[in-house]
């Protein structure tokens, strides 16, 4: 029996569903998953998305997000869990995580946000701003409603990370999808390979659905006026290649 087969039987095992060697099966690890990975990019949005607002709009300090960023992606997430973890103690594992998980969560999310209410045009800005309308009020009514489709955006991919990346929870004995690899790499042979690979299957499923559920949402909480229809994609290729037409003979 190949890798693959192996995988679909301890996939769709009934006994995998309701429990493992570690107790507790698959769906309850789906939703600790999803809990480190919803708790991680809130506290990460709560931080990243009204700096970034306050960083667009004045257009001073973008330098801090360039910074950020780089320094943020630059960490090791697996390294600082376990510094944290040292440091904090196996009691205070899932905030250890949760910290780890933050610093991977706030580069895509700034660099979102910054990027959308930084390049809502200026004439409209500054029409908002001849019409009466307070800062406060061109934030909120102007830039934010334009900047929503790339802060979307940044928030689609600060989760895809996140949770691809949630699994490093299993390394401080923590619940997860991440578990099953972890055990399985430990409980070694045919099952414990299998049980490794099928956990990697349902992170990557777990990430395509999410990915499918956030770009739904996005689709609708974008308004209409500031999607790019398909037809103004496929003029716009024309004119960036446009063909050429032979030219009419005069009889």
Same mark, same amino acid.
Not at 135 to 143: C, H, L, P, Q, S
């Given at each position: 029996m190949n890798i693959f087969n192996? #995988?679909?039987v301890w996939l769709t095992d009934p006994d995998n569903w309701h429990k493992s060697i570690n107790g507790p099966g698959i769906p309850f690890h789906i939703l600790k998953h999803l809990e480190y990975?919803?708790?991680a990019v809130l506290i990460g949005a709560l931080i990243a998305v009204p700096l970034g607002v306050v960083i667009g709009h004045t257009g001073r300090g973008s330098f801090l997000v360039v910074g950020i960023a780089n320094s943020f992606r630059a960490l090791p997430e697996l390294g600082l869990l376990v510094l944290l973890a040292i440091i904090m103690g196996v009691a205070l594992a899932v905030q250890a995580v949760t910290i780890a998980l933050v610093a991977l969560a706030i580069?895509?999310?700034l660099a979102g946000t910054y990027a959308g209410v930084r390049? #809502?045009?200026r004439d409209v800005v500054d029409a908002a701003r001849g019409m009466g309308m307070r800062e406060r009020e061109i934030v909120f009514k102007v830039e934010l409603p334009?900047?929503?489709?790339l802060m979307l955006g940044g928030l689609r991919a600060a989760t895809l990370q996140v949770i691809a990346t949630a699994s490093i929870a299993a390394f401080v004995s923590l619940d997860g999808l991440g578990r099953f690899v972890i055990d399985g790499r430990a409980f070694g042979g045919t099952d414990?390979?299998?049980m490794m690979a099928g956990g990697a299957v349902l992170i990557a499923a777990l990430a395509i659905a999410v990915e499918l559920v956030l770009a739904g949402v996005q689709r609708l909480a974008v308004s209409p006026g500031l999607r790019t229809p398909r037809i103004g994609r496929r003029v716009a290729r024309v004119r960036m290649n446009p063909v050429e037409e032979p030219e009419e003979t005069i009889v």
């Amino acid at each position: 029996m190949n890798i693959f087969n192996q #995988v679909w039987v301890w996939l769709t095992d009934p006994d995998n569903w309701h429990k493992s060697i570690n107790g507790p099966g698959i769906p309850f690890h789906i939703l600790k998953h999803l809990e480190y990975t919803g708790l991680a990019v809130l506290i990460g949005a709560l931080i990243a998305v009204p700096l970034g607002v306050v960083i667009g709009h004045t257009g001073r300090g973008s330098f801090l997000v360039v910074g950020i960023a780089n320094s943020f992606r630059a960490l090791p997430e697996l390294g600082l869990l376990v510094l944290l973890a040292i440091i904090m103690g196996v009691a205070l594992a899932v905030q250890a995580v949760t910290i780890a998980l933050v610093a991977l969560a706030i580069p895509p999310l700034l660099a979102g946000t910054y990027a959308g209410v930084r390049n #809502v045009d200026r004439d409209v800005v500054d029409a908002a701003r001849g019409m009466g309308m307070r800062e406060r009020e061109i934030v909120f009514k102007v830039e934010l409603p334009i900047a929503l489709p790339l802060m979307l955006g940044g928030l689609r991919a600060a989760t895809l990370q996140v949770i691809a990346t949630a699994s490093i929870a299993a390394f401080v004995s923590l619940d997860g999808l991440g578990r099953f690899v972890i055990d399985g790499r430990a409980f070694g042979g045919t099952d414990g390979y299998a049980m490794m690979a099928g956990g990697a299957v349902l992170i990557a499923a777990l990430a395509i659905a999410v990915e499918l559920v956030l770009a739904g949402v996005q689709r609708l909480a974008v308004s209409p006026g500031l999607r790019t229809p398909r037809i103004g994609r496929r003029v716009a290729r024309v004119r960036m290649n446009p063909v050429e037409e032979p030219e009419e003979t005069i009889v």
